[in-house]
């Protein structure tokens, strides 16, 4: 009489995602337990995509809780400058948490674009929580050429 024997395999990989999980998921906790996230953690706020079209650069970001009148948007020729506040949630105080993951407070990225943009043209739109920047590229500069005169005359200096 024959016997089937089944193996369960298992994939070592997949084990050692777990507990790399396991152990990630610790040390958060234990890291940010009844205490505020630390700062290092604001520059990573708002969460940010930036690509470019044929004609402008485009930068979506994610800015939950945060109105129209926290944010403010600087732009240059070069460079976009996004600052979010996001407030603390009402009726909530430093000292009440016993866990806090949400970031609040002032928070500001810079972004420097490869081409030259039209500051008076950019635009922004906030819906749901999502904020879409549009910011229009600059025409290249365009080149003159000059051309030389050849005098046949000494000028006269009087």
């Known amino acids: 009489m024959k016997f089937l024997t089944v193996r369960q395999s298992i994939d070592p990989m997949a084990v050692l995602r777990q507990r790399m999980h396991e152990h990630l998921s610790r040390l958060l906790d234990s890291a940010i337990e009844s205490r505020a996230l630390d700062q290092r953690w604001a520059h990573q706020f708002p969460l940010i995509n930036l690509f470019e079209s044929a004609d402008a ?4 970001a994610e800015v939950p809780g945060v109105q129209a009148e926290d944010l403010d948007i600087d732009v240059s020729e070069e460079s976009l400058v996004l ?3 996001r407030p603390l949630e009402p009726g909530a105080s430093e ?5 806090q993951e949400r970031w609040h407070g002032v928070s500001r990225r810079e972004l420097n674009f490869s081409k030259r943009v039209k500051p008076e043209e950019v635009s922004a739109d906030l819906h749901a929580g999502v904020l879409s920047i549009r910011i229009p590229k ?6 003159h ?3 030389v005169q050849i005098k046949t005359k000494e000028p006269d200096h009087d």
């Open 57 to 60: 650069f485009h930068v979506i």
């Open 83 to 85: 600052q979010c506040r």
């Open 95 to 99: 000292e009440s948490f016993r866990r």
């Open 138 to 143: 600059a025409e290249p500069p365009k080149r």
């Open 145 to 147: 050429r000059v051309d």
